[in-house]
């Protein structure tokens, strides 16, 4: 079985790099023993190495970034490029803290050669701004240990594979300090120095712990490997360089996860109708922002476009230090029309234009309007849940259309001003069966401004004004 290691050692800079390359010098410190984890060139251009300590560090320069690592970060960044690389390979183990696991034998039969499969990997690792090393081998160790050294060769010739892996030195492999030190002790230095003595006589010298490891490294013995299953959704989250106070400055790290999102979407012919936009303020609960969209969308500019509405009517609690993005329900691209001549008349659709008001005032201040079968004008019409399509409903032929205005007053109101009925009377009664019964005599006014106006007279020959014509 051929594998392929990648091996990320700098995953946390990797991500504060994406958001600026003219970072100033930037170095990551363990919070454990305050050693420096990861450094980028500048810094390293600066005298500071890896494993230096914090004091140290900062003496080098006055300008120095200095970022607290955070394991969670990485593993969830892990996670992230192994449901990206899922879409070329099926067979990818999590091989924590920072490097992935390929099975790439059972995947040749889909591509031409070796390089060819590579080159796709490769491009895809490119898209995502993150440095690694990586090796081809005949057991998940080997793969691992030749990536981890730097090997960075597209080869899969098992003795070439082989020497470069004998020349790799003891302190290399993952064992335990007092098994390297037992070895040093009867000169095996080198791993091909190891490999040189048999696994009856590593067993009989040493204890059966380094014999398994020997084995699954030479791949004599089985490598019991689990394989990850993406779940279906998008989540991703970036940490601020700054914190911030002013959410219009957010609008360029929430583009780039949407152009992810697009992306995600795009492999997979998904479309989806909510996001859920997760602001982490410091030392305060998250605050969850839901953006829906009508019609289901997929492009980061629309995305965007919806997102800088919902943010203008938010406020912060405290300053924000990292924004995620999370989506977990998905729906299928609509069917393409065969008609020629049912194009898209104007620049926004319905479902555009409720997406929007949505947006920006808030789902809770969106509605529809569905009629009733009461009688009353009070009660003839209700709210409801907006809709994008509705069906016409058509006048019974034996019963002729009601003339309503498009306006109805909130508050009934005393009709006070001088006006000319034009049409009417319309007799409303009804309502006896829950109390709130009327009788009133409805007509079509107009007023000395020359409004028309819905007008009626109740049983006490009271006039009063209810609606107004367009």
Known sequence: MLWLYLYFPQLQLDGLLAQDEQLPPTIIVSGSNNTVVQLDVSAHELGVKQGMGLGAASSMSTSLNVYEFKACYEQK???????????????????????????????????????????????????????????????????????????????????????????LP???????????????????????????????????????????????????????VEFYQPPEVFEREVTLLYELENLDYLIKPLFKLLKQLEVFLKLRDKLTSSIALVLIQRDIEPLCLTIGCAHGEYRAQKWQELCQLVLTRTQLSAPLQAVALKVDSFCEPPAHSDDLFSERVGTMTRADLLSMLQAKLGEESVFGIQTT???RPEYATVR????????????????????????????????????VLLQGPERISTGWWDGDDIERDYFVAQDMQFRQLWVFRDRQKRWFIHGIFS
Request: charged share 20%; with cysteine; proline share 5%.
């Open 77 to 167: 960044r892990l996670l992230e490029l192994a449901q990206w690389l899922y879409l070329d390979t099926a067979e990818i183990h999590i091989s924590t803290p920072c490097g992935l696991l390929l099975k790439v034998s059972n995947m040749l039969s889909l591509h031409t050669d070796l390089a060819h499969y590579w080159q796709l990997i490769k491009t895809r690792l490119e898209t995502q701004n993150v440095q690694y090393h990586y090796s081809f081998g005949y057991s998940p160790l080997a793969a691992q240990l030749l990536a981890q050294s730097g090997f960075n060769r597209l080869c899969d010739d098992r003795v070439q594979l082989a020497t470069e892996l004998g020349k």
């Open 373 to 375: 079968s009461d009688a």
């Open 384 to 419: 409801s849940e907006p809709v994008l399509h509705t069906a016409s409903v058509k006048p019974s032929k034996h019963t002729a259309p009601l003339f309503r205005p498009n306006l109805l007053l909130n508050d009934i109101q005393p009709l006070n001003d001088k006006v």
């Open 170 to 224: 003891i302190s290399s492999l993952s064992l335990s300090e007092r098994q390297k030190q037992q070895l040093n002790r009867v000169g095996i230095h080198t791993v091909q120095a190891l490999f040189e003595l048999p696994l009856v006589e590593l067993g009989r010298r040493f204890d059966n712990e380094l014999v398994q490891y020997i084995g699954r490294l030479q791949g004599k013995l089985h490598h019991p």
